[in-house]
């Protein structure tokens, strides 16, 4: 299978290279392997199989190409230098990582283009690869060392005559999911150290209004900028560790606790951080025993309001919407939204021409299908959690499913 500009974001891990071995078109014999390290990891008959992709025609030249096997992963950056001193006037090569099948690559395509650049200079300068097929100790040297230290450190200095390269592996982090309107941004780093000066004019100026409370969609308007680019840049946020993004606090919300929260009662420096957080004032910080007995009564079928009516955590020094807020960034906690599914036909043919009163002039009828959370439809609709309830609760043919 070939991907060209492959991006496997996806996958869980950072594969080991497992070979690095250097092909290029002999005018004869065509497609081969010069030189690769280990020697023989690639086979002559796997090679013949996948060389069309290894020493491409013209149009995927210089193009980051990725040939998936049944038990490998190839990775490779096409070269052809024009040249009327070679035989066909041109000089084709490719340098190949190899790893497992499975492995995540994509952090490995800037060192390949990297390398096979520094490669193709030294061709350039003194056919330091057109005569490998004399002698190719250097260049198995080269890729030996090119492997034990990307493996071994992720990075590797190359110098061949006056020629240096710095090869490193950066770890991309994969793309962020799209940003919603009804979602909350909220900062994962120091807000009063967090420097802005060196982020775009527009990130500068939704910034102040990211508050861990105020969603996507309030800060657009707030900020005066355009929700599709209030978005991009909470978008870019999120991808450098800036921020997280979290669900709409309103005290009607439902929480539940997860499995995490037992990591709350026995790790003491998250117990003190948590503390620092959640506490309404730092002169009297709140008890630990009181923190944790509110989070393991967030239930099912428990409303946040219930919670602090039976709770009080005035009286407990806590404060109730930063708890939720660290709750749910530590994942000790989970919201539990509400979808609501017009039922009066079937589920696959939802009709919304009805002749009721209410499905002909409320265009939110058109969200009553199971797929919109009650934060999505207010956010989408401009109507309140309270207008949509009663919306509900009138209407015998509108279920609501806790999720």
């Known amino acids: 299978m070939l991907y060209s500009n ?19 078109f002999h005018h004869i014999a065509g497609p081969k392997i010069t030189c690769q390290v280990p020697d023989n990891h690639v086979s002559k008959d796997i ?14 030249q210089r193009s980051t190409l990725t040939v998936t096997l049944q038990n490998c992963k190839i990775l490779g950056f096409p070269v052809k230098i024009d040249d009327k001193k070679y035989a066909r006037n041109a000089f084709y090569f490719n340098l190949c990582f190899v790893c497992d099948a499975d492995a995540r690559t994509v952090h490995y395509e800037p060192v390949v283009k990297k390398m096979s650049d520094f490669l193709m200079a030294l061709e350039v300068e003194n056919c330091f690869l ?52 009804h979602q909350v941004p909220v900062f994962l780093v120091n807000r009063e150290t967090f420097c802005s000066d060196q982020w775009d004019l527009t990130t500068q100026q939704v910034l102040p209004y990211i508050d861990g409370f105020n969603h996507v969609a309030r800060i657009a308007a707030e900020a005066d900028v355009e929700n599709n680019l209030v978005k991009s840049c909470v978008q870019n946020l999120v991808y450098y560790g800036v921020v997280t993004l979290i669900p709409i606090f309103q005290y009607c919300n439902i929480y539940t606790t997860t499995s995490k929260l037992g990591v709350l009662a026995e790790n003491q420096e998250l117990q ?68 609501p599914i017009y039922v009066k036909r079937s589920f696959a043919n939802v009709n919304f021409d009805d002749n009721s009163e209410d499905t002909k002039n409320d265009p939110v009828y058109k969200y009553f299908t199971g797929a919109y959370s009650f934060d999505e439809i ?12 009663d919306i509900v609760e009138k209407d015998p043919n509108v279920v609501v499913l806790f999720k």
């Open 6 to 24: 492959s991006n496997d974001g996806n996958s869980e891990d950072k594969g080991v290279i497992r070979c690095i071995f250097f092909s290029e």
């Open 47 to 60: 090679f013949d199989n996948v060389s069309v992709y290894i020493i491409p025609k013209a149009q995927l």
């Open 130 to 181: 057109s005569n490998v097929s004399v002698d190719k100790s250097r260049l198995t040297e080269i890729l030996a060392q090119v492997m034990n230290d990307l493996n071994s450190h992720n990075m590797c200095t190359l110098t061949e005559g006056t020629m240096t390269t710095h090869l490193k592996v950066v770890r991309l982090a994969a793309e962020p999911k799209p940003v919603l309107d």
């Open 272 to 339: 003190e951080k948590c503390i620092n957080f959640v506490s309404k004032s730092a002169r009297q910080p709140a008890h630990l025993r009181d923190i944790y007995r509110m989070y393991a009564t967030m239930t099912h079928g428990t409303m946040m309001k219930d919670l602090c009516q039976r709770l009080n955590p005035q009286n407990l020094r806590i404060n109730e919407r930063r708890l939720v807020q660290f709750g749910l960034i530590e994942g000790f906690i989970r919201r539990v939204y509400k979808y």
């Open 378 to 389: 207010c956010c989408n609709t401009g109507q309140s959690v309270a207008q949509i309830e």
